[in-house]
T-cell receptor, first 112, second 116 residues
Framework: AQTVTQSQPEMSVQEAETVTLSCTYD???????LFWYKQPPSRQMILVIRQEAYKQQNATENRFSVNFQKAAKSFSLKISDSQLGDTAMYFC?????????FGAGTRLTVKP | GAVVSQHPSWVICKSGTSVKIECRSL??????MFWYRQFPKQSLMLMAT?????????EQGVEKDKFLINHASLTLSTLTVTSAHPEDSSFYICSARDPSGDYEQYFGPGTRLTVT
């Protein structure tokens, strides 16, 4: 099975500090897409950031950036200047051929 | 951004009855929609892929006769839980892919089903 692994079930960070969430994945495809989604208590899935596998440059969206290591099949999310509103579940996902697979999630708590 | 709606947002039904959940893409045509199930404090598990005008593709272990999926138009997919039992209680989430976009899936707000 082609899986997505998030090895950190829970993490916490102080407000204004930086935190990195880890994700590794498995795929036999050469072209695929990677995503980080945020799920707050409302349970609405919100796209945080996306990365196309064929692009070497790491994606960045304001305070969110990724470290994409294609050879290692690693896709970590860095949140800078953490805010209380960043508290949520974060899911890493891999998409190819109409197939989206999610990791188990990391529960992030931002402490004041 | 694209919007996907789900209806109802929550539903309570009695064992043995059927319940239908609707998923609509509001501002784009979705040839493919996806249905997920999420248990408390767990990840999203793909149940089936719904393709407009054709039969849904179910994941291994998902009973297609119990979870009926219909994708009759480019903006609507429905999931019907037939003869519901308490173990079917869960949070069901749909998503839709905009074929003119960049493979991003847009998620509905989810439906909480409780079977008593």
């Amino acid at each position: 099975a082609q899986t997505v692994t998030q090895s950190q079930p829970e993490m916490s960070v102080q407000e204004a500090e930086t935190v990195t969430l880890s994700c590794t994945y498995d795929t036999s495809e050469s072209n695929y897409y990677l995503f980080w989604y945020k799920q707050p208590p409302s349970r609405q899935m919100i796209l945080v950031i996306r990365q196309e596998a064929y692009k070497q440059q790491n994606a960045t969206e304001n305070r969110f950036s990724v470290n994409f290591q294609k050879a290692a099949k690693s896709f970590s999310l860095k949140i800078s200047d953490s805010q209380l509103g960043d508290t949520a579940m974060y899911f890493c996902a891999r998409y190819n051929n109409n197939d989206m697979r999610f990791g188990a999630g990391t529960r992030l708590t931002v402490k004041p | 951004g694209a919007v996907v709606s789900q209806h109802p947002s929550w539903v309570i039904c009695k064992s043995g009855t059927s319940v239908k959940i609707e998923c609509r893409s509001l501002d784009f045509q979705a040839t493919t929609m996806f249905w997920y199930r999420q248990f408390p404090k767990q990840s999203l598990m793909l149940m089936a892929t719904s393709n407009e005008g054709s039969k849904a593709t179910y994941e291994q272990g998902v009973e297609k006769d119990k979870f009926l999926i219909n994708h009759a138009s480019l903006t609507l997919s429905t999931l019907t839980v037939t003869s519901a039992h308490p173990e079917d209680s869960s949070f069901y989430i749909c998503s839709a892919r905009d074929p003119s976009g960049d493979y991003e899936q847009y998620f509905g707000p989810g439906t909480r089903l409780t079977v008593t």
